[in-house]
């Protein structure tokens, strides 16, 4: 019997991650949303065939509701989790998290409080780059990495066009672009490149300085430059400002030879004449739904069998340790010790 989801938002990520994903599985299926916006329920009804409520606390209600997806604005993250968890739901809430390390420690808490699973949606760590990339460095490809970069390059919000979208307000009137609203860089793509760095590349940072800047909206740039015990340095980069091709997705910098690239992988030994292509497996439902497959179908093991998750919760608060330093370290322009 396929795993019973409740989503609660129907925003960009209800709509465009988790509604997307869950139309293509077998083994998971969603079974009601929830969304104030009347417009939005009417469209993810006839999008995905479920039923819909205005009110979260009615989400809750269904008695067919096994697993609660929290796809909601940052700020809302830590209470609504907890809420289902209380309801006795199992929980798979967005990235972040939470807005900082206490409200996540919280839901960690309530989750064992309530012997419920929780789950943080942090997919990029199944993105299709990163298994060559783990294999090259396993086997010695480029020696030992003593420089490893990630980045993820957007185009600015203005060029995102004026009209608004079902599931999508102007670009100007986006809470992801104010502070104060939990939006900014470092929360929407952070979670997903530390994330990666921390458990699919196994980088384990003792220090991190940051910086965070503000260009177009609030937060819109982050860099975070990290080092680890033995000398390895690890940089993220996250620019929502202004897009800039020249620079790769990956860099990484080993003692006898380099990985590089974004959507075209190469490696290179300094005993090569030239670069060659990595070949990197795709899903034809695209890349989103591969990882998002991985994630749901763990929890569906988990919950049903008594699977371990994949994803951990304790990892997350590891991730969310390491945001919190780097925005205190900007704060203060400092280095954090880790």
């Known amino acids: 019997m396929p795993l019973r989801v409740g989503l609660a938002g ?28 009347a417009g939005r329920r009417a469209e993810a009804e006839r999008r995905y065939g479920c039923r819909t409520v205005a009110a979260y ?26 809420q289902a968890l ?12 939470a807005l900082d390390l206490g409200q996540a420690s919280a839901m960690v808490e ?22 060559p990339i783990r294999a090259l460095i396993d086997a010695g490809a480029i020696g030992r990495p003593r420089r490893i970069e990630t980045r993820f390059l957007w185009l600015p919000y203005r060029a995102m066009g004026e009209e608004p979208t079902v599931f999508s307000g ?45 260009i177009v909206g609030d937060d819109d740039y982050v860099q975070a430059l990290f080092e680890d015990d033995d000398g390895v340095v690890a940089e993220v980069e996250i620019n929502l400002a202004a897009f800039a091709g020249q620079k790769d997705r990956w860099f990484i910098l080993g003692t006898e030879g380099v990985i590089a690239g974004g959507d075209r992988l190469c490696v290179r030994r300094i005993d090569e004449a030239e670069p060659r292509p990595v070949e990197v497996a795709a899903d034809p439902r695209g890349e989103f739904v591969g990882s998002g497959e991985r994630i749901y179908l763990n929890l569906r093991r988990a919950i049903r069998e008594g699977a371990p998750l994949e994803i ?3 990892q997350t608060l590891e991730t969310m340790r390491v945001m919190d330093a780097i925005q205190r370290s900007a704060c203060n322009r400092q280095p954090i010790d880790l």
């Open 10 to 37: 129907l925003g960009n990520a209800g709509f465009q991650v988790h509604g997307e994903v869950l139309r293509h599985l077998n083994g998971a299926r969603l079974v009601a949303a929830s969304d104030p916006v």
């Open 57 to 82: 606390e009615e989400l809750l209600a269904l008695p067919e509701v096994e697993l609660v997806t929290v796809a909601t604005p940052h700020p809302l993250h830590h209470t609504m989790a907890i």
């Open 86 to 97: 209380e309801a006795g739901k199992h929980v798979l809430v967005e990235k972040p998290m």
């Open 110 to 131: 309530a989750a064992r409080a309530a012997g419920r699973l929780l789950c943080v949606y942090q997919n990029w760590r199944y993105m299709p780059d990163l298994a």
């Open 170 to 214: 102007r670009w100007q009137d986006s809470w992801n672009l104010r502070r104060a609203s939990g939006g900014g860089s470092l929360p929407m793509f952070g979670p997903h490149l530390i994330d990666q760095l921390l458990f699919a590349l196994d980088y384990r940072p003792r220090r991190v300085y940051g910086v965070i800047q503000d």
């Open 312 to 314: 951990r919760p304790e």
